[in-house]
């Protein structure tokens, strides 16, 4: 038997100081930030962290460990009904509900994920997209438990006291989001640099060559699933406290299908990548939903406009940002250094196209 | 028994149209290792523009015709207008891309054909056939179904097991770089089989929204279970699909009669994970795997 | 008695007038007649409210023409003179029937666009997800277009109001005329597994003693072969159909398939006969058109949405004449009663004076064949409904007098007459 595969220690690298201090800067400005807007751009900016949250968790199974997921949306449902189960006749502190939640999410991953280790390409897509279709119905099925078609209700966090009164609902959530958004980014972000992170890479690009490393595949796609569950149930859970409500029709196939969309946009395989996704993700709707009423068309074309919008930026990013805007901003950045270097080395700034994610 | 002998039938119509949605997915992954999303809604649109003919005053077969035509120029155009340019990328993008163009398609059809549910005919009866005296739950329009799809079947494993024209189109599927030097114009022969493939979606389309009613997400449902009707008979193979489809439609069918239909995808989710267990390429699936 | 109760509102009036004319006169301010900025979203030349509803996505056929109508006749108000002078914008967003994006979706109407109230935000999981929120807020939120009796709570919701007759009373209503009309035939149940059949089934149990089968359906599955064979099967002669209009569609044809022919009570929602008609006369090629609507039993608390000669029908077709069919006639509808108690709220409406109308103006006169329930105790819109047959020309006619009800009680007969539209169609 080789090494285990996965390390508690990886998670805590000595590149964590260089990360915490990057997350903390971000915690500082994103609160200042969150204090400048107003109430519902605070609950954008806190559904921008939960998706965060649950897009990179996809991103290090998809973009890193080369496993498609179409089923994340259910596996977020998971972490969202163990959130409203908890609290049903409870009032637990979020802090006991969060990790309780996230490790349901897991141990499902986990069942889920030795499954899917068997699987490849496009038939680990067509499993994990029935778990999609199918893990929202057991909901309807056992009503009793899980509240049928009109879910669970789940009151919403109240600010601390000491912020005062006035302190909109919207900002304490957006604050609880980002905190918990930028320590998984930092855990993630460790563990990408570790050998565990390695590992993930390694299987994801050849899976022969890594076993004849002494890599365990199946164990490291198992593993991969478990973190990306973790962080999908993490994100359900306070997707939970976000929209007030968990019901099997929030946690349909177009929430897989929007994250899937949301790391491919922008970014597969790196952090950040999954930020400008998540960003993507939530304004995109945000800024087109007006339009039905408020221009003045006929309604079966003013009502899906929006739709169509969306549809169309998924098919022109993909011909146009075929890296994501992670990738573009890459290119960018090596085109503008190229030129700042002057014309004398032709090939620097060439960007790797191949591996937007490395780097 | 009676109840047996209708979940039997009502499962073998379902799943023949699940079979023709399964071989449409099939053959576009066959032709360009793409899972296209947006093969239902496509089957949508041309349904949507079969039934604009009709109201417009064409009879009931040109119409017919007119969809199957129109799903193969919709084919053509989405594979060399939109997924040829990101052949080259990472192979997600086609994924992501035809989520979009299904988002779009399921968009544009109300906006030019209204966002009410409508009706649409079918070519023979529905009510169920008598014979004699007794009254069975399979109706000509049932019957055309399935024969149509058997047909269908036939023709292109004719097409591809027997004609010059599908002998290229399956080297320039298998090993693009030596088709060219054979000189296959490898390009058209990918865009042809997406042609085709979408022609087999489009009749899907036709044949189902009689009874699920036209709606611009009616075919969502017929795509998640043709997908996982080709995943469950092996992706790479024809028979594959039609085989996994008919097994979708008979499991779905006898789930939903005996355990509750509220039990169908979760249903289907045991099946299909139960049987990648075992056969994690699919039921018939017979090739070397290939690296993806 | 509604002359002494008129007199005692103006006397009211007066006072409050008086009170009101006396404070802004201590304070040195303009008279009382002016439009103010009374609220949120009132300012003196706009009313600004909000909804969430299903415009794309699986619900949207049928219930997306809902918002459009009702701002049809929000504009027809505003060509008109609108109310108080100020102009009714309807701010109304696309949910695609998902409860989280109706979550964020309120937010931005609440929080950005700064809506005086929401009106007929559509769906029970939907909207459930946002009515702790609103009432939190202290955000009317009138007439939700949803049938569940949850939005009849008013000591924990004081500011939701239904509007619909709900549907536990429908299935009362439905199950007495089966008991009486029908009785001694075998009963099976076809309803969707969500609050809206199941709350229906609470109605009809009440009532019938045995049923042959139950049968629910989840909207997501459109293959109900399973379900029409196991009433038939079960010998069911009645089958009562909590169902939305796809899907009565869908049972009838499968029915049809199966030579399978009980008489059909089919709920309000359910029976839309414009819809059922142009989703079945397609089908003349089975020779099962739009006769299989023949003697389909159902009811409504709007006047029939066929009835032509109704003027309640030819004021909101002349405002829209297409599409027309019971999405259109529901959307005006609720915009009339909307109209009517932002009216009975006064010049300069506030959230909680809004509320306070509702509560103790008692509104009459709107287009319901029932009587509004509105108090202070009862949150409830529409009170009973009225049992209608559809014949062989697919048009309906009623049955029987109006019932009312509430979701325990006894059913009672409502002797009041229909009210009529005002000439301008426009409630005073």
Same mark, same amino acid.
């Given at each position: 038997?080789?090494?285990?595969?996965?390390?508690?220690? $990886?998670?805590?690298?000595?590149?964590?100081?260089?990360?915490?201090?990057?997350?903390?800067?971000?915690?500082?400005?994103?609160?200042?930030? $969150?204090?400048?807007?107003?109430?519902?751009?605070?609950?954008?900016?806190?559904?921008?962290?939960?998706?965060?949250?649950?897009?990179?968790?996809?991103?290090?199974?998809?973009? =890193?460990?080369?496993?498609?997921?179409?089923?994340?949306?259910?596996?977020?449902?998971?972490?969202?009904?163990?959130?409203?189960?908890? *609290?049903?006749?409870?009032?637990?502190?979020?802090?006991?509900?969060?990790?309780?939640?996230?490790?349901?999410?897991?141990?499902?991953?986990?069942?889920?994920? =030795?499954?899917?280790?068997?699987?490849?390409?496009?038939?680990?897509?067509?499993?994990?997209?029935?778990?999609?279709?199918?893990?929202?119905?057991?909901?309807?099925?056992?009503?009793?438990?899980?509240?049928?078609?009109?879910?669970?209700?789940?009151?919403?966090?109240?600010?601390?006291?000491?912020?005062?009164?006035?302190?909109?609902?919207?900002?304490?959530?957006?604050?609880?989001?980002?905190?918990?958004?930028?320590?998984?980014?930092?855990?993630?972000?460790?563990?990408?640099?570790?050998?565990?992170?390695?590992?993930?890479?390694? =299987?994801?690009?050849?899976?022969?060559?890594?076993?004849?490393?002494?890599?365990?595949?199946?164990?490291?796609?198992?593993?991969?699933?478990?973190?990306?569950?973790?962080?999908?149930?993490?994100?359900?859970?306070?997707?939970?406290?976000?929209?007030?409500?968990?019901?099997?029709?929030?946690?349909?196939?177009?929430?897989?299908?929007?994250?899937?969309?949301?790391?491919?946009?922008?970014?597969?395989?790196?952090?950040?990548?999954?930020?400008?996704?998540?960003?993507?993700?939530?304004?995109?709707?945000?800024?087109?939903?007006?339009?039905?009423?408020?221009?003045?068309?006929?309604?079966?074309?003013?009502?899906? *406009?929006?739709?169509?919008?969306?549809?169309?930026?998924?098919?022109?990013?993909?011909?146009?940002?075929?890296?994501?805007?992670?990738?573009? *901003?890459?290119?960018?950045?090596?085109?503008?250094?190229?030129?700042?270097?002057?014309?004398?080395?032709?090939?620097?700034?060439?960007?790797?196209?191949?591996?937007?994610?490395?780097? | 028994?009676?109840?047996?002998?209708?979940?039997?039938?009502?499962?073998?119509?379902?799943?023949?149209?699940?079979?023709?949605?399964?071989?449409?997915?099939?053959?576009?992954?066959?032709?360009?290792?793409?899972?296209?999303?947006?093969?239902?809604?496509?089957?949508?649109?041309?349904?949507?523009?079969?039934?604009?003919?009709?109201?417009?005053?064409?009879?009931?077969?040109?119409?017919?015709?007119?969809?199957?035509?129109?799903?193969?120029?919709?084919?053509?155009?989405?594979?060399?207008?939109?997924?040829?340019? %990101?052949?080259?990328?990472?192979?997600?993008?086609?994924?992501?891309?035809?989520?979009?163009?299904?988002?779009?398609?399921?968009?544009?059809?109300?906006?030019?054909?209204?966002?009410?549910?409508?009706?649409?005919?079918?070519?023979?009866?529905?009510?169920?056939?008598?014979?004699?005296?007794?009254?069975?739950?399979?109706?000509?329009?049932?019957?055309?179904?399935?024969?149509?799809?058997?047909?269908?079947?036939?023709?292109?494993?004719?097409?591809?097991?027997?004609?010059?024209?599908?002998?290229?189109?399956?080297?320039?599927?298998?090993?693009?770089?030596?088709?060219?030097?054979?000189?296959?114009?490898?390009?058209?022969?990918?865009?042809?089989?997406?042609?085709?493939?979408?022609?087999?979606?489009?009749?899907?389309?036709?044949?189902?929204?009689?009874?699920?009613?036209?709606?611009?997400?009616?075919?969502?449902?017929?795509?998640? &279970?043709? &997908?996982?009707?080709?995943?469950?008979?092996?992706?790479?193979?024809?028979?594959?699909?039609?085989?996994?489809?008919?097994?979708?439609?008979?499991?779905?069918?006898?789930?939903?009669?005996?355990?509750?239909?509220?039990?169908?995808?979760?249903?289907?989710? %045991?099946?299909?994970?139960?049987?990648?267990?075992?056969?994690?390429?699919?039921?018939?699936?017979?090739?070397?795997?290939? %690296?993806? | 008695?509604?002359?002494?109760?008129?007199?005692?509102?103006? /006397?009211?009036?007066?006072?409050?007038?008086?009170?009101?004319?006396?404070?802004?006169?201590?304070?040195?301010?303009?008279?009382?007649?002016?439009?103010?900025?009374?609220?949120?979203?009132?300012?003196?030349?706009?009313?600004?409210?909000?909804?969430?509803?299903?415009?794309?996505?699986?619900?949207?056929?049928?219930?997306?023409?809902?918002?459009?109508?009702?701002?049809?006749?929000?504009?027809?108000?505003?060509?008109?003179?609108?109310?108080?002078? #100020?102009?009714?914008?309807?701010?109304?967003?696309?949910?695609?029937?998902?409860?989280?994006?109706?979550?964020?979706?309120? #937010?931005?109407?609440?929080?950005?666009?700064?809506?005086?109230?929401?009106?007929?935000?559509?769906?029970?999981?939907?909207?459930?997800?946002?009515?702790?929120?609103?009432?939190?807020?202290?955000?009317?939120?009138?007439?939700?277009?949803?049938?569940?009796?949850?939005?009849?709570?008013?000591?924990?919701?004081?500011?939701?109001?239904?509007?619909?007759?709900?549907?536990?009373?429908?299935?009362?209503?439905?199950?007495?005329?089966?008991?009486?009309?029908?009785?001694?035939?075998?009963?099976?149940?076809?309803?969707?597994?969500?609050?809206?059949?199941?709350?229906?089934?609470?109605?009809?149990?009440?009532?019938?003693?045995?049923?042959?089968? #139950?049968?629910?359906?989840?909207?997501?599955?459109?293959?109900?072969?399973?379900?029409?064979?196991?009433?038939?099967?079960?010998?069911?002669?009645?089958?009562?159909?909590?169902?939305?209009?796809?899907?009565?569609?869908? /049972?009838?044809?499968?029915?049809?398939?199966?030579?399978?022919?009980?008489?059909?009570?089919?709920?309000?929602?359910?029976?839309?006969?414009?819809?059922?008609?142009?989703?079945?006369?397609?089908?003349?090629?089975?020779?099962?058109?739009?006769?299989?609507?023949?003697?389909?039993?159902?009811?409504?608390?709007?006047?029939?949405?066929?009835?032509?000669?109704?003027?309640?029908?030819?004021?909101?077709?002349?405002?829209?004449?297409?599409?027309?069919?019971?999405?259109?006639?529901?959307?005006?509808?609720?915009?009339?009663?909307?109209?009517?108690?932002?009216?009975?709220?006064?010049?300069?409406?506030?959230?909680?004076?809004?509320?306070?109308?509702?509560?103790?103006?008692?509104?009459?006169?709107?287009?319901?064949?029932?009587?509004?329930?509105?108090?202070?105790?009862?949150?409830?819109?529409?009170?009973?409904?009225?049992?209608?047959?559809?014949?062989?020309?697919?048009?309906?006619?009623?049955?029987?007098?109006?019932?009312?009800?509430?979701?325990?009680?006894?059913?009672?007969?409502?002797?009041?007459?229909?009210?009529?539209?005002?000439?301008?169609?426009?409630?005073?």
């Amino acid at each position: 038997m080789r090494v285990s595969v996965f390390k508690w220690r $990886s998670l805590l690298t000595p590149t964590l100081s260089r990360h915490l201090g990057l997350a903390l800067a971000a915690f500082i400005v994103l609160l200042v930030l $969150s204090s400048q807007i107003g109430a519902y751009d605070d609950y954008n900016l806190a559904a921008i962290a939960i998706f965060v949250i649950a897009t990179t968790g996809l991103n290090l199974l998809t973009g =890193v460990n080369g496993q498609l997921s179409l089923g994340h949306g259910a596996l977020m449902a998971v972490g969202a009904y163990s959130t409203s189960l908890l *609290l049903r006749g409870h009032d637990l502190p979020l802090i006991l509900v969060l990790p309780a939640s996230l490790t349901a999410a897991a141990l499902v991953g986990a069942v889920f994920g =030795v499954a899917a280790a068997r699987l490849r390409g496009p038939y680990l897509a067509g499993a994990t997209l029935a778990l999609a279709v199918g893990l929202p119905q057991i909901a309807t099925r056992y009503s009793h438990v899980f509240g049928g078609e009109e879910g669970l209700t789940v009151a919403p966090q109240v600010a601390p006291a000491w912020l005062g009164a006035d302190f909109p609902p919207e900002r304490w959530i957006a604050w609880i989001a980002i905190a918990a958004a930028l320590i998984t980014m930092v855990l993630l972000g460790n563990l990408l640099q570790s050998s565990v992170g390695r590992r993930f890479k390694a =299987v994801r690009d050849h899976e022969a060559a890594a076993a004849l490393a002494g890599i365990n595949v199946a164990r490291t796609q198992v593993v991969a699933f478990v973190v990306s569950a973790a962080c999908a149930g993490l994100a359900g859970s306070l997707f939970a406290y976000w929209s007030g409500l968990t019901a099997p029709s929030g946690f349909g196939v177009a929430l897989s299908l929007q994250l899937v969309s949301a790391i491919v946009i922008g970014g597969l395989g790196s952090l950040s990548g999954a930020v400008w996704g998540s960003i993507v993700l939530v304004f995109v709707p945000a800024l087109t939903g007006g339009m039905a009423s408020s221009l003045n068309l006929p309604s079966a074309v003013g009502n899906n *406009l929006p739709l169509l919008i969306y549809g169309a930026v998924l098919v022109v990013a993909m011909l146009l940002v075929p890296y994501g805007i992670d990738g573009g *901003l890459r290119r960018l950045f090596a085109l503008a250094r190229a030129r700042w270097a002057g014309a004398a080395s032709n090939h620097k700034g060439v960007v790797d196209w191949d591996d937007p994610a490395g780097g | 028994m009676q109840r047996f002998v209708v979940l039997t039938l009502n499962g073998l119509t379902e799943g023949s149209i699940y079979a023709a949605m399964a071989l449409a997915l099939v053959m576009i992954w066959r032709a360009t290792q793409v899972v296209n999303f947006a093969q239902g809604a496509m089957a949508m649109f041309t349904t949507y523009l079969a039934l604009f003919s009709l109201e417009n005053g064409a009879p009931y077969w040109l119409a017919f015709v007119i969809a199957l035509g129109c799903g193969f120029a919709l084919g053509a155009v989405v594979e060399r207008v939109l997924v040829r340019p %990101v052949e080259n990328k990472p192979p997600l993008n086609v994924v992501i891309l035809t989520l979009g163009v299904l988002l779009v398609l399921e968009a544009l059809a109300p906006m030019l054909f209204g966002g009410q549910i409508r009706s649409f005919p079918a070519a023979f009866s529905i009510v169920g056939l008598r014979l004699g005296s007794l009254q069975v739950p399979f109706s000509g329009f049932d019957l055309f179904t399935l024969v149509s799809v058997l047909v269908v079947m036939g023709l292109l494993l004719l097409l591809f097991q027997r004609t010059d024209l599908g002998l290229r189109m399956r080297a320039a599927a298998f090993n693009p770089e030596v088709s060219r030097l054979l000189g296959i114009r490898v390009g058209r022969m990918l865009t042809l089989g997406w042609a085709l493939a979408s022609v087999v979606g489009a009749l899907a389309g036709l044949l189902i929204a009689p009874s699920l009613l036209l709606y611009p997400t009616y075919m969502d449902q017929v795509l998640v &279970f043709g &997908f996982t009707g080709a995943i469950l008979g092996g992706l790479d193979s024809p028979p594959g699909a039609v085989v996994g489809g008919l097994v979708m439609g008979f499991a779905l069918s006898y789930v939903g009669g005996y355990l509750g239909s509220d039990l169908e995808t979760v249903g289907a989710l %045991v099946i299909l994970i139960a049987v990648l267990m075992v056969r994690p390429r699919g039921l018939l699936a017979w090739r070397a795997q290939r %690296v993806v | 008695m509604n002359i002494q109760i008129n007199q005692m509102t103006t /006397a009211m009036s007066r006072i409050a007038i008086g009170c009101a004319v006396a404070l802004l006169a201590a304070c040195g301010q303009s008279t009382s007649t002016a439009n103010t900025a009374s609220a949120p979203g009132i300012t003196a030349s706009e009313i600004k409210i909000g909804s969430t509803q299903p415009l794309t996505g699986p619900a949207a056929p049928g219930y997306s023409e809902i918002a459009p109508a009702a701002n049809a006749y929000f504009q027809y108000v505003n060509a008109h003179g609108g109310v108080f002078g #100020r102009k009714i914008t309807y701010d109304y967003l696309d949910d695609g029937y998902n409860p989280t994006t109706t979550s964020s979706a309120t #937010r931005k109407l609440v929080l950005q666009d700064k809506v005086f109230a929401m009106f007929n935000a559509l769906g029970t999981p939907t909207h459930l997800a946002v009515v702790d929120y609103l009432n939190t807020e202290k955000v009317p939120d009138l007439f939700v277009a949803s049938g569940c009796n949850c939005w009849n709570d008013p000591s924990t919701h004081p500011y939701t109001f239904g509007w619909q007759t709900d549907y536990t009373i429908e299935g009362k209503i439905l199950g007495q005329y089966i008991n009486q009309s029908l009785s001694g035939k075998k009963v099976g149940y076809f309803y969707q597994n969500d609050e809206f059949g199941l709350d229906g089934v609470k109605g009809l149990d009440q009532q019938l003693t045995s049923v042959a089968s #139950r049968q629910n359906y989840v909207p997501t599955n459109t293959n109900v072969t399973p379900q029409i064979s196991a009433l038939q099967a079960s010998g069911a002669q009645v089958v009562v159909s909590f169902s939305i209009p796809a899907f009565t569609a869908l /049972a009838l044809l499968t029915a049809a398939k199966l030579h399978y022919n009980p008489i059909w009570v089919v709920s309000n929602v359910g029976s839309d006969v414009p819809t059922l008609t142009g989703l079945l006369t397609k089908f003349s090629n089975g020779a099962v058109g739009g006769q299989l609507l023949t003697g389909m039993v159902t009811d409504a608390y709007l006047p029939l949405v066929t009835d032509a000669s109704n003027p309640w029908i030819a004021l909101f077709k002349h405002i829209q004449p297409t599409p027309w069919d019971g999405n259109v006639l529901y959307g005006m509808a609720a915009a009339y009663t909307f109209v009517q108690a932002i009216k009975a709220a006064g010049q300069n409406p506030t959230r909680a004076g809004l509320v306070h109308a509702l509560e103790t103006t008692k509104l009459t006169g709107g287009p319901g064949l029932a009587p509004y329930g509105y108090s202070s105790s009862n949150h409830l819109g529409f009170l009973g409904v009225q049992v209608a047959k559809i014949g062989a020309d697919g048009s309906a006619t009623t049955v029987g007098p109006v019932y009312t009800s509430s979701d325990s009680g006894p059913i009672n007969q409502y002797s009041g007459t229909p009210a009529t539209p005002p000439s301008n169609g426009i409630p005073s």
